[in-house]
């Protein structure tokens, strides 16, 4: 009689062993799918924000390319403008700095107008390259 008792509780036990081990397989493939479709929706999320995300990615580098374009124009402005007014110091068409104020100051006006010059150059060139798509 023990043992008949020992053996039906042992039979009710792995029944619900049973039960509570499909329940948790069912519970399991229920997560398994939402992870799928999880992963469904978020590969068409990239597929759609990639352009975008390449879209931005293209005008940062623009930016930077455009900037770093304008950068090396502009040192080599300047670089010219230095030697340049090396040069016309050097054959008298500038006079030299000197203490006179009349001298000193035709000077520093010409340099004036020539730096002027190379700023509206550099804008224009800079607007340009904004109105292009690209």
Known sequence: MQDHKLQLLRDVLSYDVANKLKE??????????????????????????????????????????????????????????????????SAGIYPEPTAVKGKQKFYFESQVKILKSINFKILDNWKDRRSKPL
């Not at 999880?38 to 005008?59: C, D, G, H, S, Y």
């Open 24 to 89: 948790v397989e069912r519970k399991q493939d229920l997560i398994i799918e939402q992870i799928d479709k999880l992963n469904q929706t978020l590969e068409k999320i990239n597929l759609q924000m990639a352009p975008f995300f390449n879209n931005v990615r293209n005008i940062a580098n623009g930016y930077v390319q455009d900037n770093l374009v304008s950068l090396r124009e502009t040192a080599a402005i300047l670089g010219i403008t230095k030697y340049a007014l090396q040069y016309r110091i």
